[in-house]
């Protein structure tokens, strides 16, 4: 069974292995010495206590060193970066082998698959690729009568704004990992997850205009929120602030500031912009849906959370690995700061939404949720919790990511929704 929280987690095979890239990875670590704070370890970047996507890693390297062949034929994914150029040099007197492949900054050819130093990055797209449907699979005619006559004033309100804030927000997550981080890697294994992720990026944005355009609200007006309500933009400028930085083909990652920039960047992204703010932005709906209304929107936004669940546990496991190869200890502060500012934001958004609270949720309850699973993802990058004792507002927010138990909850529609190939949900 995937748990589309934690889906490189196996727990029935968590024997470690030994494999080349982490005898790689060890050399690495021994030849740096004593780590310091803020600094993943190899055993921090592979077993987490709260990231047993770690141990499951091991294993999946070790299923990949198994598989005799995984060529595919790929076309070339990156434009010239610098470290693109480099290694397109290098390429011409040296044979590809794993250890040569970098996250970044690396030498190796990046038109070529195998062999896999991130075999788990494979895994990554073989799992997203069984999360596949389209939002004209799913029936909304009953959502189109929720909204006209049973929703209240105050939930409409929450309905529109918590669209308004994702169909902008999926905009610019599909820029950032397109134009952004996808041209970094120096890993094809990498990239073509992260190819992967533009394209539902790009479905998610389709999902939300369907939704908008069925249900009948003013399509140019909605879209236009994120302009003209300041708690919408607040979150809406801040990512921007934080990830239009790294939006530049010409940074140079062996420059330590540089890397450093990105290294925040995409932390934010991975933890923060996808990890809190889409895996919470949701919840209002499902409260909606927990109470019978607008069930086909909910299911649409189930299909996208298990998405999103895949890019943030990815990115995070893409920044440990950055900052274990390239030795890069982030400022606590820093990290600090931007926990407080997206809580500011966050609180800002919760107030707007939700400023007359709806059956069952609350402005509290949304903004005490960002702050436990902010913990959470703070965990699994590796940092301290930033907001400890919070709670677990909405327990069965979890769950809502395992379409199995919703499915059978809500009674809605039956959806093997992976396509080919034999997936045991149990
Ligand atoms: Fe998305
Ligand atoms: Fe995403």
New binding site residues.
């Given amino acids: 069974m995937i748990d589309w929280d934690d889906p490189l987690s196996n727990k029935q095979n968590s024997k470690p292995i030994n494999t080349l890239a982490e005898s790689y990875a060890k050399s690495e670590v021994l030849n740096r010495g004593t780590k310091k704070k803020n600094k993943i370890s190899e055993k921090e970047a592979n077993t987490t206590e709260s990231d047993p996507v770690g141990n499951s890693v091991d294993n999946l390297e070790e299923a990949s060193t198994k598989k005799t062949a995984h060529t595919a034929a790929i076309g070339s994914l990156a434009t010239p970066s610098q470290a693109q150029k480099h290694a397109d040099a290098h390429l011409k007197t040296k044979a590809v082998v794993a250890s040569d492949k970098r996250v970044i900054n690396g030498l190796a050819d990046v038109n070529q698959l195998a062999p896999f130093k991130y075999p788990w990055a494979w895994e990554y797209f073989l799992n997203a690729n069984k999360n596949h449907w389209t939002p004209l699979d799913i029936n909304m005619a009953q959502d189109v009568h929720d909204y006209q006559h049973s929703l209240t004033d105050n939930e409409k309100h929450v309905y529109e704004n918590v669209l308004a804030y994702l169909t902008t927000s999926?905009i610019l997550?599909m820029r950032n990992i397109g134009l952004a981080v996808m041209e970094k890697m120096t890993a094809p294994e990498l990239q073509i997850y992260q190819a992967r992720?533009v394209y539902?990026?790009a479905l998610?944005t389709w999902t939300y205009q369907h939704c908008i355009e069925t249900i009948g609200l003013d399509q140019g007006e909605i879209y236009n929120r994120y302009r003209v309500v300041p708690a919408i933009n607040g979150k809406i400028q801040l990512a921007n602030r934080r990830l239009n930085s790294v939006m530049r083909s010409d940074m140079d990652l062996t420059n330590a500031d540089e890397l450093n920039s990105f290294v925040m960047a995409y932390s934010f992204f991975a933890g923060i912009f996808?990890g809190c703010w889409?895996y919470n932005g949701f919840t209002p709906i499902f409260s909606l849906q927990r109470r019978g209304l607008m069930k086909g929107t909910s299911e649409q936004l189930q299909y996208i959370m298990r998405?999103?669940v895949l890019?943030a546990s990815f990115g995070i496991r893409v920044v440990k690995q950055i900052m274990l190869e390239n030795d890069v200890t982030l400022d606590p502060k820093a990290i600090r700061d931007m926990w407080d500012e997206s809580e500011a934001a966050e609180i800002s958004y919760a107030q707007y939404i939700l400023r007359n609270p709806i059956l069952g949720y609350t402005a509290d309850d949304h903004t005490e949720q960002f702050r436990f699973i902010a913990n959470r993802r703070a965990r699994q990058l590796g940092f301290e919790e930033p907001f400890p004792g919070a709670k677990n507002r909405t327990p069965w927010l979890d769950e809502q990511a395992n379409m199995r138990k919703e499915k059978n909850f809500f009674e809605t529609r039956v959806t093997e929704y992976q396509t080919g190939g034999a997936l045991n949900w149990d």
Avoid: Y
């Fill in positions: 999926d997550a992720q539902e990026e998610h996808e889409f998405d999103e890019h």
